[in-house]
């Protein structure tokens, strides 16, 4: 049973970090690029971040480049995203996701997520 288990979220004021873990069962981890995505109330769920299978490559969203950082331990099975510089809009809950296939902005390239994990940042 593949299992994605994401911990790390909270309240917190703008400006302050914030990292978040996403702990992977039940696939070989290392064959799997993974992705940070977030969904706001009332708002589609959006790409975040990702990062390829060696984590030698990664994406982000023009919203976080250069406040985010996604990375991985293959032998920890566990992909994280430090978050810097927290803005209220980045309020939403986050989900890392993943994927064997080649696509890694959509929704739909994801075959496997986690539940999620809220992050509310206050102004």
């Known amino acids: 049973q593949v299992q994605l288990v994401e911990s790390g979220g909270g309240l917190v004021q703008a400006g302050d970090s914030l990292r978040l873990s996403c702990v992977v069962s039940g696939l070989s981890f290392s064959s799997y690029r993974m992705g940070w995505f977030r969904q706001a109330p009332g708002k589609e769920r959006e790409f975040v971040a990702a990062i390829s299978w060696s984590g030698g490559s990664t994406y982000y969203a023009e919203s976080v480049k250069g406040r985010f950082t996604i990375s991985r331990d293959n032998a920890q099975k566990t992909v994280y995203l430090q978050m810097t510089s927290l803005k209220p809009e980045d309020t939403a809950v986050y989900y890392c996701?993943?994927?064997?296939?080649?696509?890694?902005?959509?929704?739909?390239?994801?075959?496997?997520w986690g539940q999620g994990t809220q992050v509310t940042v206050s102004s």
């Open positions: 996701a993943a994927t064997a296939g080649t696509g890694i902005v959509t929704v739909a390239s994801y075959k496997y």
